[in-house]
């Protein structure tokens, strides 16, 4: 475990003060790589006092405008959500979770996404993410506050690093790079371009197709070479398909 590729991303965020907990808690376990998605008031003096001595982790965090820009660079982007969406993602609780992210933190940036307090993360922000992640509460209440959720989250990571376990195999081995978040972005695209040519997506009636596309990819990881082969095939449908056009 990395902790250093570990980036914690926080969406839409309304209170500062929730920000400055965040970087404290993530600073106790080690953690210290912030991005802000459009916070609603920051900086702010309430984020500085909650941070007490985690000041530094908001003076190097980053701001950006969309979520897709924050996780660009990132190859694996686990998502959290305090309740059960429509199209259900592989759902881990935090210890599963950090398994995962182990050795994915081996070889490159891997991104841990939070929602707004009022409404958590949308349903196009969950489908940017390869796996969900719900820490298990009550059933009576399981909206836990944001910082919270955030420590709960960094300590099953620090846990992790202290006490590694059996050495996980499959993705520490892995030959190639996997693709980061902005490669599979131009991939969906493409791919949802040359499915309405093909018409085998209606855009009028669209239904869950791209939504599933998404679950299948993030599903499997695709390494940067696979990406390619992908891409190239896409290319090549899409000529077949305007040469038949034409004739
Ligand atoms: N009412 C919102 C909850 C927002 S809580 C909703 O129903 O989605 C703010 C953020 O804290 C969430 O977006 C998520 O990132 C995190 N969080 C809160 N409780 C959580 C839980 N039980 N499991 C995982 N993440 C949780």
């Known amino acids: 475990m990395n902790l250093d590729n570990i980036r914690i991303v ?4 309304s209170h500062p003060g929730n920000i400055g907990a965040v970087a404290r808690a993530m600073k106790n376990m080690g953690i210290g790589k912030l991005s802000l998605v459009a ?24 701001v950006t405008e969309t979520l897709e820009d924050a996780i660009a660079s990132c190859q694996f982007v686990v998502g959290t959500s305090a309740r059960g969406r429509r199209i259900p993602w592989p ?7 950090a398994e995962r992210i182990a050795p994915a933190t081996g070889h490159g ?20 993410c390869n796996l969900h992640l719900n820490i298990p509460t009550s059933e009576d209440y399981s909206s836990l506050n944001l910082a919270m959720a955030v420590q709960v989250v960094c300590y099953e990571l620090r846990m ?11 993705a520490e081995q892995w030959d190639t790079p996997f693709s980061n978040s902005e490669n599979m972005e131009h991939f969906y695209t493409h791919l949802e371009e040359t499915l309405v040519d093909l018409e ?12 599933r596309m998404r679950r299948l990819y993030s599903r499997v990881r695709l390494d940067a070479m696979e ?8 290319t090549q449908t899409q000529k077949w398909v305007t040469k038949a056009r034409k004739q």
């Not at 926080?10 to 965020?13: E, F, I, Q, Y």
């Not at 841990?112 to 489908?127: A, I, K």
């Not at 990406?227 to 896409?234: A, C, D, S, T, W």
Request: aromatic letters at 6%.
């Open 10 to 13: 926080l969406v839409h965020t």
């Open 39 to 62: 916070p609603r008031q920051y900086p702010d003096e309430q984020a500085n006092w909650r941070a007490v001595s985690a000041v530094d982790v908001l003076e190097s965090a980053i």
């Open 91 to 97: 759902l881990l609780d935090p210890r599963q979770c």
């Open 109 to 128: 940036e891997v991104a841990v996404v939070f929602g707004r307090e009022d409404r958590g993360l949308t349903n196009d922000e969950l489908q940017l």
């Open 160 to 170: 992790l690093k202290v006490f590694p376990g059996l050495p996980t195999r499959d």
């Open 200 to 211: 085998f997506l209606d855009p009028a009636a669209p239904r869950q197709l791209m939504s």
């Open 227 to 234: 990406l390619n082969i992908l891409r190239g095939i896409l």
